[in-house]
C-alpha cells in the first residue's frame, strides 16, 4: 500500500528550529509536486510549501525567509526546515504529494497522518 510518513514534529520554544521530514513507500512510478500543509486549531487547513520535482518551490508569505522546502527524488523523501520558528507556526503539519503508481491512469492524491509542531515558552 502507498503511504505518506512525516516525522520530526515536537515541542519547540520560539526562535528555534526544526525539521520535518516525509517519505512515501509502496509501488510507486513517479512523485510529481509534493506539499506541506498545516492545519493549526479552529483554523482550516493551509498550504505551506509545494515542490516541484524539478526543485521550483513556493512558500506561503508568513514562512518565507524562514522555512526552506526541499526534496529527495531517489529516497522518495521531502522535508522542511524551519527556522526561527514562531508560536503561531503551532499546528499538525501534514505531507501531501501527487503519485503516480503503475496502474494509475492519472496521479492520486495521497496525505500523511500529520505530525505536531507546538511553538510555545
Known amino acids: 500500500q502507498l503511504q505518506l510518513v512525516e516525522s520530526g514534529g515536537g515541542l519547540v520554544q520560539p526562535g528555534r528550529s526544526l525539521r520535518l521530514s516525509c517519505i512515501a513507500s509502496?509501488?510507486?512510478?513517479?512523485?510529481?509536486?509534493m506539499r506541506w500543509y498545516r492545519q493549526a486549531p479552529g483554523k482550516q487547513r493551509e498550504l505551506v510549501a509545494g515542490?516541484?520535482?524539478?526543485?521550483?518551490?513556493n512558500y506561503i508569505d508568513s514562512v518565507k525567509g524562514r522555512f526552506t522546502i526541499s526534496r529527495d527524488n531517489a529516497e522518495k523523501m521531502m522535508f522542511l526546515q524551519m527556522n526561527s520558528l514562531r508560536p503561531e507556526d503551532t499546528a499538525v503539519y501534514y505531507c501531501?504529494?501527487?503519485?503516480?503508481?503503475?496502474?494509475?491512469?492519472?496521479?492520486?492524491?495521497?496525505w500523511g497522518q500529520g505530525t505536531q509542531v507546538t511553538v510555545s515558552s
Open positions: 501531501n504529494a501527487d503519485i503516480m503508481d503503475r496502474t494509475s491512469l492519472a496521479p492520486d492524491h495521497y
Open positions: 509502496g509501488t510507486i512510478y513517479n512523485i510529481y509536486v
Open positions: 515542490i516541484t520535482r524539478d526543485g521550483r518551490t
